[in-house]
Nanobody, 121 residues
Framework: QVQLVESGGGLVQPGGSLRLSCAASGSGFAINAMGWYRQAPGKERELVATITSGGSTNYADPVKGRFTISRISRDNAKNSVYLQMKSLKPEDTAVYYC????????????WGQGTQVTVSS
């Protein structure tokens, strides 16, 4: 079983920065990709950024140039993923969810509990 624990959300003014963290724990599996999704009120969950085990990254267009995803892999299970967010906008307000893709552990895509990010003056 894998557990994903997020931290770092909060209230920030437009133009400000936040850093989200997500720590994975468990044993007996290898994590492939990790990343972040977000869900704003009344909207569907959308991809923010992903990073593979090899370090390749992918970003949604609205966050390119403002958000940076990074990852630390200590062993097969103990991975951490981070999302550095800069130049935040009110439209970035959402619950941010960390995920881990584990192809050997159903349901393959595992989620954290979510952390609220609110961008408001």
């Amino acid at each position: 079983q894998v557990q994903l624990v997020e931290s770092g959300g909060g209230l920030v003014q437009p133009g400000g920065s936040l850093r989200l963290s997500c720590a994975a724990s468990g044993s007996g599996f290898a994590i492939n990709a990790m990343g972040w999704y977000r869900q704003a009120p009344g909207k569907e969950r959308e991809l923010v950024a992903t990073i593979t085990s090899g370090g390749s990254t992918n970003y949604a267009d609205p966050v390119k140039g403002r958000f940076t995803i990074s990852r630390i892999s200590r062993d097969n299970a103990k991975n951490s993923v981070y999302l550095q967010m800069k130049s935040l906008k009110p439209e970035d307000t959402a619950v941010y969810y960390c995920y881990a893709y584990i192809p050997t552990l159903k349901p393959w895509r595992h989620w954290g509990q979510g952390t609220q990010v609110t961008v408001s003056s």
